[in-house]
């Protein structure tokens, strides 16, 4: 496995129901992201992690929650999610924290379903 | 201040006509200006990128134009190709080592054979 991996790919939940997205990277990297992407806005910066420690929170719901366990690890877990929360789910990483190249590396990222 | 505003919201070319997707910000601070492809399906990926110290830069059939004094900046695909269709994504970095990403809406190019 080389790059950023993200399982799983397709995830449709109740608003009940609780799941968690997984993001892994292979590339060595510091810093991890967790990025939302919705039709016809602008990526949307959720959590930061550099080096397992939670750096920024983009003022996301409580009813999401990050882990980062180790600098190649990643997790969204998910609560009582709303509709609104259906999106696209991206995970990438970054050689530091807020890069000076700013090249982030992305996974294909995780499409979210809430019913 | 903090946004990146992209244009157009879609673009279709024929294929060997020239792409052209504009974006404009506000925060001179800003001090790194990355375009990022998106293929159907995947995340997106860094084309290229460009610093404000420079005017142009060029890489194959990619090229951005950057325009300090207005605080623009687009980006040109020469000799489009099906291939090149994507959705595009034009960023710009925060100052210093502290900023993030910002990303603008997305252009979604199509190219026609």
């Known amino acids: 496995e080389t790059g950023v991996t993200q399982t799983p790919r397709h995830l449709v939940m109740g608003m009940t129901n609780k799941k968690s997205l997984k993001c892994e990277q292979h590339l060595g990297h510091n810093a991890m992201y967790w990025y939302k992407q919705s039709a016809k806005k602008p990526l949307e910066l959720m959590f930061v992690y550099s080096l397992e420690e939670r750096v920024e929170n983009n003022s996301v719901p409580s009813r999401f929650s990050p882990e980062c366990p180790n600098s190649s690890h990643l997790f969204l877990h998910l609560h009582t999610l709303q509709p609104e929360d259906s999106a696209l789910y991206l995970c990438?990483?970054?050689?530091?924290?807020?890069?000076?190249?700013?090249?982030?590396?992305f996974g294909e990222g995780s499409r979210l379903t809430v019913l | 201040q903090q946004q990146v505003k992209q244009s157009p919201q879609s673009l279709i070319v024929q294929k060997g006509g020239i792409s052209i997707i504009n974006c404009a910000y506000e925060n001179t601070a800003f001090d790194y200006f990355p375009w990022y492809q998106q293929f159907p399906g995947k995340g997106p990926a860094l084309l290229i990128a460009?610093?404000?110290?420079?005017s142009e830069k060029k890489e194959g059939r990619f090229t951005i134009s950057f325009n300090k004094s207005a605080k623009q900046f687009s980006l040109h695909i020469m000799d489009s190709q099906p291939g090149d269709s994507a959705t595009y994504f034009c960023a710009a970095k925060g100052g210093g080592s502290q900023g993030n990403l910002i990303f603008g809406k997305g252009t979604k190019l199509s190219v026609k054979p």
């Open positions: 990438a990483s970054s050689q530091e924290i807020h890069t000076n190249t700013g090249e982030l590396f």
């Open positions: 460009i610093r404000p110290d420079v």
